[in-house]
């Protein structure tokens, strides 16, 4: 059900044409979706909003008073300065003031420790302040911190090598002292005391280069990194502060980046629905009041170092340094958004690029005759698709023997009018050209990977991505009070807005058409479509795969196996990749038995299977057959059931009016058909 060859392309200007970054007011949407907005002017993504500005012009400004007052104070200009060591003389007696003093406690105790300093009140706001409970925020905020830690690391600990600052002054034309009489004296070589630790070690000095300014970095990058991590957060989450931020969606479009923090969002909702404002201290919580008070004293103790240490140059540079350091780290990833993986709003691109798709003759989709059967009890939404009888195309076309390449890939080069997104490194996104349901999409590796190897962490890394970004975008759009909250996650439920149904076809009986590695997926309010006055037992259709934990009752009757294991909130790539190889090895004992069966983390597969997965459980289930001959009363063939991973959800697509009509007057045979593709279940105790 991919894409064949196709003979439209567009260019890309039809493309940036076509996507247009906001919905379309024809598309339908659920009716708890506001389709009113406000045009909104936002601040550009390639600069720091006006709040970062203002705050970032403290550092210039300074470095500009301290360089002014140690030329005007009488105390400082009259001060003897030892310009090697980059400092007034060290003697109490003579030094302009106790903070020029290398050895205050201040600087002993908290600037030479300052990135522990740092480091602790970051991680104490980050476990203690209510805004950053939620795991997954977290992680992120960990990972900012480790990227800063290796900016300070590279600058002034070690680049591979002598730390940045210290290549600096050797590139400048710098040298240890002691270096240079041990040369004289033929007793040492050129490449010894390369840093400065190790001359100042041997009783050296540095002497000749410039050297940037380690304490204005330090201090500049820490007060920085905490105002960033904490100041936000909190003026967030007590409306002291709206989102100013803005960012470069995937479509090219530019929002508000509270469009990419569902967690916040829900918490700034939960205030204003209670109406208050909080006090500063309050909104900080006690790690912010730390962290701010760790912040409050680097800005102080920059200001001393302005005054007394270091020429203006070096200062500057040590500024500007740290400045590049914030820009790449804060600014960067708002207009990069292969940088944010997943997009956000993915299901507003999904539903557009469909749309523009559709309209423009890129894809095929009709609407479908849908009829809701039971199979032992089981609701099977049963469809009819006619489009998949016009174009053989889309039936089973198994890999090319040997694994073959083959001479046309679908997802080597996308269709222009069909690309969604790019996830990089590894993925992206397209329509399928086939659409079995509205807005039906596939997450296609880069690289070419064969779809009958075993998935890798990355492969299900992005899908669960796909699945969070749906869901979590479905809990940003609901405002109001919180009995029309409520409503709404009723009405969420009961329609499956925000949810994604993802499945993958893996060997010659599981389905799959296409030797390039991809999974499926389809929204499943889509799903919905047409189900809504189909059924009158009051068993209403809902996925499969939700219901099939072990021991689930639903699973008991189904005709095959299946093995499921539940996936919570808070799972990782590598604890969902784990489960994955954990229902494989279940699925290969079941087919081959547990003796034949061998321990796989890659490679081929050793069966067929489907596997497919949702917000909460993740299925495998063993194929022995792709699928069997649909006969009538008279024993006369009218067509073939060929069942892929969307079984697992409880549906069976057939591809013209005979299969439909056979089947639709006689359910049980649905039940006998799916009782021959899969390893039978010992449970089942009657004729399904």
Known sequence: METPPS????????LVANSSPSPRADLPRPSYINNTTVPTERNTPYLPTPTEIALLSLYPILLLFGALFSLVSPETRSAPYDALRHAHLQDPDLAPSYFARKNNLFNVLFVKRGWLWISASFFIFLFTHPATRDATR????MVRWGVV???WIFVTQWFFGPAIIDRGFRWSGGKCEVTEIKIGLGEGGKTEMVTAAACKAAGGRWSGGHDISGHVFLLVLGSYFLVQEVGWVAARWSRYLREERSVVMADGAVKGAGVEDVIGKRLGEEKENDGLVLGVLDALGKGGTVAFAVAGLSVWMLLMTAIYFHTWFEKFTGLLVAMAGLYTIYIVPRWIPVVRQVPPNL????????HNARTNGDLNYYPTQVALLHVNSVPVRLFVYLPLFI???MSTNPAPPS????TFDPFDKPQPGLFIADLSPSHFLVLNK?????EHFILATKEFKWQTDLLEEADLAAALGCIRAYHEFALSQKDGKDEQ????????QESGYGELFVFFNCGEHSGASQPHRHLQLLPVERMRDGLENTDTTGKRWNVLAESLLDGADVARRLPFKTFAERIHGDVSPKELYALYLKLYQRACDAVLGQKEAEEQAAGEAQISYNLAMTRDVLVVMPRLAEGAEIKTEEDAVVGKLALNGTVLAGTALVKSQGEWDTLRANPDMVGELLGGIGVPSSSLQSKV
């Open 149 to 151: 830690t290796c900016w």
């Open 347 to 354: 299901p507003e691109l999904v539903r557009t690029a469909f």
């Open 434 to 438: 086939f659409a079995i349901v509205e």
């Open 138 to 141: 977290r992680g992120r905020a």
């Open 7 to 14: 003979h439209r392309r567009k260019t890309p200007s039809q």
């Open 485 to 492: 909250k409520h409503d709404a996650r009723e009405e969420q």
């Open 403 to 406: 694994r073959q390449r083959p």
């Open 391 to 393: 174009h053989p195309y």
